[in-house]
């Protein structure tokens, strides 16, 4: 399944064999503790799980499983036959409260106290001693300690949150001390301090890792939302507030994670009540997930708000045939990076918190998919740090996004929005990298060609370079590219969506560190930034064109383009140190200046782009990062073309030219141009040699004409290294000739030059002369001439040709410093000559 569940606390096991053995052997008289009365009450910051149940005479007993031992521990019996609605311990395990109350089919037994049907109690527990009575009243009241940021510096004193069904919270001041050694009481109990904490509020969400209490209250119609964090100095701040655009009933009343509700506390509220819950994640995201009362099962609507984003996004799903065993309520399950929207029976669907602009980056998995047909189909609840109960079975999960099931969902995906969402899902699990990235590599070798609605490879490119960096810097989401994708016009079958503007909370605080300070840099973003400030290559592209026209014409700063290659070979000596097996290609084994300019162009742009936006990070760091993700993106086109060269079994010889090229070759080439279509629309560096190897597949796999027009169009790009190699290795077959004079005629100047001198053809010769005749005769004036040729000075009799070497030797003669300079000794108005004699009984025949 895309979602596994992974065991973390089971009720039966951990428990329930526990209290059974220690029934065991007991004598006579020992209570019997009612196994079907033992449920979860609460799951505390530190992990620690409180569970109940009751003897078989009533009483309620509480216990507490420590999850860093494995170890249970009983903490109070109260001897009464009641029912415990809510129960906390505070992080010393010294002092309990715990809400009781105690229902019949006649109604309510009044053996609390005259007129009060729910009773909140204070215990003292090390050693049980003092019990106080908090509350007696008429109305249910949830308890729950705040916890002290680290365990190793406990609160000076005890804070305990009172939550009544009237709408108000307080929190209560608790001090203690030790009497008689270890004994732990309450210091004056007859009075304990408290603060009226939030009050009129119709909905509260508890979040017990960060220890932020949410709740909404509503004016004049409409919802606000609001957020309190308790600090570690004991303090409390009200940090925003937003209006939500939701329905919420004034007369309702309901509480989130203020312990676990159990499966019958669940069915009084119905199965379509409306669903609503907060979810945050470390890198600045604050998401409220909301799901409308429906008396529909043909679909289901259920909306998150993006507040660190400034829009909402509102989903309706298609539903199937509803049955008895599938018309659950909506779950909202958070999964780091993503947030799960689950219907047991009909769908899964895991949304993108980070990047939610584009649907095509959630997956929406339907109920006909095995992958979520294992989950439960009971009410789950979800806790902080991805934990999930199933509050029926007493089980606790915790919750993550499955590599395996998501990289075979992955290739058996049909649709592009799938491969698409599933390509970004299984990249965010971040577990063995190397080993997943060469899963999906495999994948994309057989798939290259099936995505129609965005490349493949440049997904991936993108995609995977942006997570090899992420977690150095979460600042990096507002300045990197997530995906190729700007746009996606697409339906995903079974669910539409409608994107709505909505107002950014309004912070209360202004001196703001950790997760505060990164959701305001969120919110600032979105306020402040137009356009985003994403790094594309748009100005690499310009430049690294310059470049490339002033070599041609040679007026470019010798200085400048020293400082760019000195960049680039930082980035090729990094990636040696960071892969130190042999490469199964000949890839950095020559110098392609045009790829390693475009690297230090890159190298360049990005590093100035990350320092002008990420304050407060050293140069060195940024200089990493930028290494970092220019070598992942080599890397990875390095690891497409290994796996592919693997895959097809391509023989080393496929580097020698004088051969015929194989299935196998062809399918590396045919692979080679995707990415070079995918890295060029981009302007991404290519590994140096890469050219040089896809024209040496070309000269293979490719007929003459077809060879031609992919140089022509600047599919196959021809470099020095290739262009000496087919000059040198290629016999003068007719074949042969045809291919090298195409090559020639379509080099550049400068290489052109070069190149003539290494092939030994009248062919080249010809070019050669004329190039030297077109340089001695661009500023040549006709002047005055003696018509009398010295006859004897020619090897041949030929007016027109004499004449004519005539007029070259003399303009050598009058040029023969600056001829001498440029080394063009081998050249001279002898060679031309003999070059057109040759050229006159080529085309004679002789």
Known sequence: MALQLVPHFDLQVDVLRWLRAGTEGRGEGVLEPNYESLHVLNVERNGNIIYTYKDDKGNVIFGLHDCRTRQNEHLYTFEKDLQAVSCSVNSERTLLAASLVQYTKEGVRNELQPGSKCLTLLVEIYPVNNVKVLKAVDSCIWVQFLYPYAESQPLPQNHLLLISEEKYIERYHIQITQEDGN???????????????????????????????????????????????????????????????????????KLVNFGCDTCQGQEKFGNHQPSLCVFTNHTGSLCVCYSPKSDSWEQITYSVFYLHKGYSKTFTAALRSADSCVTKGITFLNIGYYVAVYLPGHFLHLLNIQHPDLICHSLFLTGNNKMINILPHHPLQSLTGSLILDRCSGKLYKAFLNQSDLMWFLWNSSLDCEKMAALHCVLSCGRDPGFLEGQIIQWISEHVSTCHSFDLIQEFLIASSYWSIYPESSNIDTLLPYSSVLTWNTEIPGITLVTDEISLPLMKVHSLKGYWAKLNSNLEYVKYTKPHLYYHN???????????????????????????????????????????????????????????????????ELRDHLLRHLQGIEKKKIEKMVLDYISKLLDLICCLLETSWRKHSVHPWVLHLDRRGSAADFEVFH??????????????????????????????????????????NGVLRLTETTVVRLMKDLDNTEKNEKLKFGIIMRLPPLIGKKICRLWDHPVSSNII??????????????????????????????????????????????????????????????????????????????
């Open 671 to 712: 692979l080679m141009t995707r990415i070079l279509e995918a890295t060029d629309s981009l302007c991404l560096p290519l590994p140096p040699g890469f050219h040089s190897l896809h024209t040496i597949l070309g000269v293979h796999c490719l007929p003459l004409h077809n060879l031609l027009h992919y140089i022509d």
């Open 538 to 604: 748009s100005m690499v592209r310009r430049e690294w064109h310059n470049l490339i026209s002033e070599e041609k014409t040679g007026r470019r700063s010798t200085v400048y383009v020293r400082n760019i290659l000195d960049n680039a070979i930082k980035v090729i000596s990094y990636m040696e140190t960071r892969n130190l097996e042999p490469r199964l290609i000949p890839l950095f084994q020559e110098e392609d200046n045009h790829q390693r300019l475009l690297m230090g162009l890159m190298m360049s």
């Open 769 to 846: 002369s004329r190039k030297h005749v077109t340089r001695l005769l661009q500023n040549y004036k006709k002047e005055p001439r003696n018509s009398m040729i010295d006859k004897s000075s020619f090897p041949i009799e030929f007016l027109p040709l004499n004449y004519f070497i005539e007029i070259l030797t003399d303009l050598e003669s009058s040029n023969q410093a600056l001829y001498d300079f440029e080394g063009h000794d081998s050249v001279d108005a002898e060679f031309v000559e003999e070059a057109a004699l040759k050229h006159t009984a080529m085309l004679l025949g002789l």
């Open 183 to 253: 004994r732990v009481v309450i210091k004056n109990s007859g009075h304990l301090p408290r603060d009226r904490i939030a009050e009129d509020f119709v909905w509260a969400q508890w979040d017990m890792s960060e220890q932020r209490l949410y709740y909404i209250d509503i004016k004049k119609s409409t919802s606000i939302l609001k957020c309190i964090q308790f600090c570690a100095d004991e303090s409390f701040n009200l940090m925003f507030e937003i209006s939500l655009d939701i329905t919420l009933s004034d007369s309702g009343f």
